[in-house]
Each structure stands twice: as structure tokens, then as C-alpha cells.
């Protein structure tokens, strides 16, 4: 059983920077497609960007390219979100999710994500 736990919330002025963090463990192959996506208290969930354990391949919503950073350990079991310049429309709930895959991952549609960590929260203040 794959199992996700997100660390590296808090709180930050606009502009400021975190890193988030989600450990994986369980994982039975070494390919997954791993993602975080967030939810602000009255909106639906949103991708935020996505990472194919396989390779190097990294998706991002339009949103958050250029300031927002996915990666993973060398050993394939930590992935993180590096935020910069941080925005209040940053704020939110973010998750961790993977799903096994056997190719680069081809969006960030959560209904495609089988695990889920339980999230940490965001918060940038103005």
C-alpha cells in the first residue's frame, strides 16, 4: 500500500519561498507518476504540477510556472515543490498524490490519482 505524507507548510509574507515535502513509501515499482495538486477553501482542486518518477518530465499549470519547482530524491521517494515568489492566491490545502505509470505523465486531472497524502497547509498573507 502506497502510502504519502506531506511535510513543509506554513505561513509566508508574498514573495517569500517553501519548500514542500512528501515522502513515499510502499511504492512497488519505479515508475509513478507523482503530482501535488491544492484546494482553497470554495474551489475545486487544482493541479499544480506533476513528476514522472521514470525520467525527468515535469508538467505545470500556467499558474505557478516559473515560480514553482517540482523534483524528486535520487532514490525516488521524496518529492518536493520548491515556491517562489509566493503569492495570496497561492494559499490553499496542497496534496501530495502519485499513481503508477508507465509513461510520462500526461496531466494533472486528479480523478486519474489513486494516492493521496492527507495535505499541509499554505498560507501567504499580503
Known amino acids: 500500500q502506497v502510502q504519502l505524507v506531506e511535510s513543509g507548510g506554513g505561513s509566508v509574507q508574498a514573495g517569500g519561498s517553501l519548500r514542500l515535502s512528501c515522502a513515499a513509501s510502499?511504492?512497488?515499482?519505479?515508475?509513478?507518476?507523482t503530482a501535488w495538486f491544492r484546494q482553497a477553501p470554495g474551489k475545486e482542486r487544482e493541479g499544480v504540477a506533476a513528476?514522472?518518477?521514470?525520467?525527468?518530465?515535469?508538467i505545470y499549470a500556467d499558474s505557478v510556472r516559473g515560480r514553482f519547482a517540482i523534483s524528486q530524491n535520487n532514490a525516488r521517494n521524496t518529492l518536493y515543490l520548491q515556491m517562489n515568489s509566493l503569492e495570496p492566491e497561492d494559499t490553499a490545502m496542497y496534496y501530495c498524490?502519485?499513481?503508477?505509470?508507465?509513461?510520462?505523465?500526461?496531466?494533472?486531472?486528479?480523478?486519474?490519482?489513486?494516492?493521496w497524502g492527507q495535505g499541509t497547509q499554505v498560507t501567504v498573507s499580503s
Open positions: 498524490a502519485a499513481r503508477m505509470a508507465w509513461a510520462p505523465c500526461g496531466g494533472l486531472v486528479d480523478s486519474d490519482f489513486n494516492y
Open positions: 510502499g511504492y512497488t515499482d519505479s515508475r509513478y507518476c
Open positions: 513528476l514522472y518518477t521514470g525520467g525527468t518530465y515535469t
